[in-house]
């Protein structure tokens, strides 16, 4: 639970073999942002790989360096303005050559200035990150690098973008100018895609885009998508869904399908109608409780996450206790908690009804504990079940791996087991954010 977006850091892949690597053949990608930004990651280290370049970590190794950007919200925006003064001096240095920043930062107005006072090589958006291709000195390749291309293969898990873009117009989101209006993938393309990556050793595959849920192709519907992966791949998740598109009939699969995870991410955003309203959010409070109590009948045991914004202009102190109220009822395992960044270019950045500071402080804290205290209660009723936990990433040095029910809990537990494998082991204990296992039984 955060009221940020981690950056989330990619892992080094293997040294381009057979490669010439004489000259600047060093790059390091740096990805900011959501799942959909660690995805387009993965195409664009697919392209830097095939131009020859081998991927270091550190800035200081990197000849080139491509910082893909988030700019969800301005602290997003802020923190890559630091990397861009760190990439400056080492620049002045003479370590780093070149320096291209991609994604939804690169697609916003804001690019010109930071592209024009950080001295950045290469600028572009979420829908021409193709051109990097011809950067890096491959040929163009439009067709190539576009959507349709998969990330990283043979991973034990796998990203596959079903949908991108937006069609709603939520009144404090930049997601539909940098990210365009909703496109959907042909059915037969995700299909494919999951076939070659289960064929090639993939265990989880999760189906990602900004409303996955609103996905139609010829006459199919999200649902329709979501049983045929279901019946392909061994495990499945979908990732994120909007409460308009949301059918019952999905909620209903969720508990009856064997290979999909239990567990929902359904961003609420508030609990107030009123509130709901402003944000051109298109649902009221009580359907989405509806939808919680199909999710909640299908999958008992499932677990259920959302995002919510605080301190939206306009709101007041009422509209902050529906939310409190509607966290209370829906009894939540997890949350993203979001104070309010007015983003320049969407309708709420300029609405009346700022709220100040220390009170959006406040009602981030009030939501906070409540989801906590909701979270801490759920996961104690899971001490003493054995679970079979997915390994999603290997031990540590503590001995600790980081494993996911099938219920969807965030488990730790003591095991080298490899990631993409299973183990089976009892819950000694619980916190509000995780479940701790004891030694498995194998
Ligand atoms: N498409 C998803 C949906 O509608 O639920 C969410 C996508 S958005 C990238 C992720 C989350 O960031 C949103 O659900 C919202 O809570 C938060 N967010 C977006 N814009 C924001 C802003 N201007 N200020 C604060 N939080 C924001
Ligand atoms: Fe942004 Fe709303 Fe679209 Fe989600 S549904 S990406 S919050 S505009």
Not at 183 to 190: D, F, N, S, Y
Not at 258 to 277: A, C, N, W, Y
Not at 387 to 404: L, N, P
Request: charged share 25%.
């Amino acid at each position: 639970m955060s009221s940020t977006t981690p950056m989330t850091p990619i892992p080094l892949s293997r040294k381009p073999a057979g490669q010439d690597l004489s000259g600047p053949r060093t790059a390091c990608i740096r990805t900011f942002g959501c799942q959909m930004n660690v995805h387009d990651s993965d195409r664009i280290r697919r392209m830097i790989q095939d131009a020859g370049y081998a991927e270091v970590q550190r800035y200081e190794d990197a000849d080139l360096v491509i910082l893909n950007t988030c700019y969800v919200r301005e602290n997003a925006v802020d923190r890559v303005r630091g990397h861009l003064g760190e990439l400056g001096r080492l620049r002045r240095e003479g370590r780093v050559k070149r320096v291209a920043l991609t994604g939804c930062i690169g697609a916003a107005q804001e690019s010109a200035a930071l592209k024009r006072t950080y001295d950045i090589d290469l600028v572009l958006g979420t829908h021409n990150t193709y051109e990097l291709a011809e950067f890096v000195g491959l040929p163009t390749m439009r067709e190539t690098y576009t959507p349709e291309l998969p990330g990283t293969e043979g991973e034990h898990n796998a990203f596959v973008t079903i949908m991108t873009g937006c069609n709603y117009q939520c009144s404090y989101c930049i997601v539909p100018t940098v990210r365009g209006r909703m496109i959907c993938r042909p059915m037969e393309g995700v299909i494919g895609e999951v076939e070659r990556l289960v064929a090639g050793g993939t265990e989880y595959i999760t189906l990602l885009g900004q409303t996955v849920d609103a996905w139609r192709y010829e006459g199919k519907r999200f649902c329709d998508l979501l049983e045929a992966v279901s019946q392909i791949a061994p495990r499945v998740w979908f990732t994120t869904s909007h409460p308009s598109n949301m059918e019952d009939r999905t909620l209903r699969a969720i508990g009856e399908r064997d290979t999909i995870v239990e567990r929902l991410h359904l961003p609420v955003q508030s609990g107030s109608d009123r509130m709901l309203k402003v944000m051109h959010r298109g649902y009221k409070a009580e359907r989405y409780r509806r939808k919680i109590e199909v999710f909640r009948e299908a999958a008992p045991d499932g677990t259920l996450s959302t995002d919510i914004i605080v301190g939206h202009p306009g709101e007041t102190e009422e509209d902050h206790e529906k939310t409190l109220e509607l966290v209370e009822d829906c009894a939540f395992d997890s949350a993203y908690i979001f104070k309010f960044s007015p983003r320049r270019g969407t309708e709420a950045a300029t609405m009346p009804g700022a709220v100040p500071d220390a009170i959006v402080q406040r009602r981030f804290l009030e939501v906070l504990r409540q989801i906590e205290r909701n979270a801490f209660q759920r996961n104690q009723r899971k001490v003493g079940d054995v679970e079979e936990i997915y390994i999603r990433h290997g031990s540590t040095e503590d001995g600790k791996a980081i494993g996911e029910t099938w219920s969807g809990h965030a488990v730790h537990v003591r095991t080298d087991a490899a990631p993409g494998t299973y183990v089976k082991a009892r819950i000694e204990s619980a916190g509000p954010h995780v479940l701790y296992a004891g030694e498995p039984s194998r």
